[in-house]
């Protein structure tokens, strides 16, 4: 079982992170002309590049878009820490007040994908769950739950046990 919000799977190779320190997320930036702005779309979470299971026969590792015009990238750390973690997560909503007077609507391209990014940071259980998520959606393992009780904590490590055993 993963150790929930401190070992994510990489998107970039499918192995375990298993250090926080060593996890890297990166994402694009482009600029939208029906919005007027930039925003920011295709999250991941991956190795960084000097501990990647794939650095042996990739340049860039488990990254995707260190070439792509637009890319950005941090540690995964700087959004899970306690003193800018969450400040960092909701930057990419709204830059606030202060920063724009003139608030015309998130940075994000995708509003799904980044919450599920976000989910996969912020709900314990979470990042393992959603690997059994299609066949619990297939086996209706979620019929008497609402928008909020699939997301549950105690719902996700219900789904982890009764999945996880299927596949071993």
Request: glycine share 0%; no cysteine; net charge positive.
């Given at each position: 079982m993963l150790e929930p919000l401190k070992e994510f799977i990489c998107d970039g190779c499918g192995e375990v992170i298993t250090d926080i320190k060593d996890g890297w997320v990166e994402w694009l930036d482009k600029f939208n002309e029906e919005k007027g702005k930039h925003v920011e779309y295709g999250f991941r979470i991956v190795h960084h590049t000097s501990v990647s299971p794939k650095k042996g026969y990739s340049q860039y590792g488990c990254s995707k878009y260190p070439n792509h015009i637009g890319c950005n990238d941090t540690y995964l750390a700087s959004f899970?820490?306690?003193?800018n973690g969450m400040a960092?997560?909701?930057?990419l909503l709204d830059v606030g007040p202060y920063r724009d007077?003139?608030?015309t609507g998130p940075r994000i391209e995708d509003i799904r994908e980044y919450v599920e990014?976000?989910?996969?940071?912020l709900i314990p259980h979470y990042e393992?769950?959603?690997m059994y998520w299609n066949d619990a959606l297939?086996?209706?393992f979620f019929r008497d739950d609402n928008e909020i009780g699939i997301y549950s904590v105690n719902n996700l490590k219900r789904l982890i046990a009764e999945y996880s055993?299927?596949?071993d």
């Open positions: 899970l820490n306690n003193n960092h997560i909701l930057s007077k003139n608030f990014f976000m989910r996969r940071l393992e769950a959603r297939a086996d209706d055993n299927n596949r």
